[in-house]
């Protein structure tokens, strides 16, 4: 009933882990195989082991979260020692995100991954937040296709890009037109919404510790910006690239919208955090009533199908 082709992949699901929520170590990436995710992604990867920004730098709310967590990980060659671990005791292909910190250290890391034994699919992070000093690539659109002209001259595994959320109709086609002059396999939309701020009204206090308190949203806040960028993605880019749907999935009615606006796959990160690897069973039971209700076998019925009025 939930199976997505995903390139040349059928997944048994289409739900999996946003990049950087239960993904930093080989026992949360384990805890994902182990649930009803179809596939999962480790966090963003730099070169080097990197500690990150310091604490507070995660903090929930009723209607999401927001984190400024400053790419804590364990570094490349951890997360290629578990690839490798993983595809020799699993077929279900993985992805491995690479965040995007200099376009030196992005060709440095994507020509280690494109000579390693790899065979899953690389998200490309041009939207963190939250490391001092540095924009989010992607809303510099001419570096955006100068790094992809870069890469795409020597990676050959399939790579798709996660980006920021846009909120412009102009930038939607302009970043579309770009983006469509490259063999992407799949872009992943949204990130989280950057910048925004969280408040104690009692300590009349920021949350979070990093950048004075200003981090990216996550969770309920931000599903209709994903369902636009989403949506936006669908309807302007070659059909070759499919659509990552993330942002704001709680329920299998909003896992139903992402799907209906076109997505394929579908990454939950503030929930998976709020409630661990159960939200995976949850969610598509809950989406298999809807589903059931509407008399739906399966997703191709209802994918990309939403109704202008
Ligand atoms: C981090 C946050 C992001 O939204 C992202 O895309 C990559 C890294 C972080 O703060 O670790």
Redesign the pocket.
Known sequence: MFEVTFQNYTFQSPLMNA??VHCMTSEELNGLIDSRAGTFIT??VTRQKRQ??PEP?YYETTLGSI???????LGFDYYLDYVNEYQKNFSTPMFF?V?SMSMQENIETLKKLEDSDFHGFTEL?L?????AGKPQVAYDFALTEQILTEIFSFYTKPLGV?LPPYFDIAHFDQIATILNKFPLTFVNSI??V?NGLIIDPDKEQVVIKPKEGF??IGGEYIKPTALANVRAFYTRLNPSIQIIGTGGIVSGQDAFEHLLCGASMLQIGTQLYKEGTSVFARILDELAVIMDTKGYSNIQQFQGKLKTI
């Open positions: 990049s950087g966090k963003s990150g920004n730098r984190n400024s967590m400053g790419l804590p990980n995100s965040a992070n939207s963190c937040p939250n490391v996660k990130n989280s950057g981090g990216g």
